[in-house]
């Protein structure tokens, strides 16, 4: 039998892609965890629009994050974040990556669970400490103690990180495996373990 005559075959990705509709992808997780790269990875898998929150919370606000925080404080980032994620959902589907604080506001986590499918990328504290050891640019670990503040502010998060509808363990190990492992993660949540498989007369026809 040639292949013309057989139907195409749904690919998991575009499955994802139809189950979804409007709703988008929305990366949580510590700093660190890889939230930009593993999320601009799967947009292009799933032929969306990737966003960075924090590239466009700099953007409507016309300076830096560091910058916001000294001028402004955290409170103030905070509720332009949460206006700034609000935003992004209305306009989705995208693939959306979010700043590690994001999540932990209830009505942020409430719109998320509305309008998009939240993945949290959970990484281990020293792949964290490491990590975030060769950037300069976040606020919150500007003190005398940064490992103390990320155990501390992982007491805090997980609990609620450990809300979204799934679960990813980032590791060091090449970025495409943990973009595989969340493709078929959300494959198997959004569609169901047999989605991909060919529908039963198209299996018998082509053994
Ligand atoms: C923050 C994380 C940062 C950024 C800001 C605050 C946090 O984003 O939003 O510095 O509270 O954890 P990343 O998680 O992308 O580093």
Known sequence: MSDAVLPAQASPEADILSALGARSIVLVGMMGVGKSTIGRRMAARLKLPFIDADT???????????EIFERHGEPHFRDGEARVIARLLDGGPVVLATG???????ETRNRIAARAISIWLRADPDVIMRRVRRRADRPLLQTSDPEGTVTRLL???EPIYGKADLTIASRDVPHDRIVDETIETLHAHLCGETASQPPADVASAVR
């Open 100 to 106: 590690g604080g994001a999540f932990m506001r209830e």
């Open 56 to 66: 466009e919370i700099e953007a409507a606000a016309g300076m830096t994050i560091p």
């Open 155 to 157: 007491t805090e998060r």
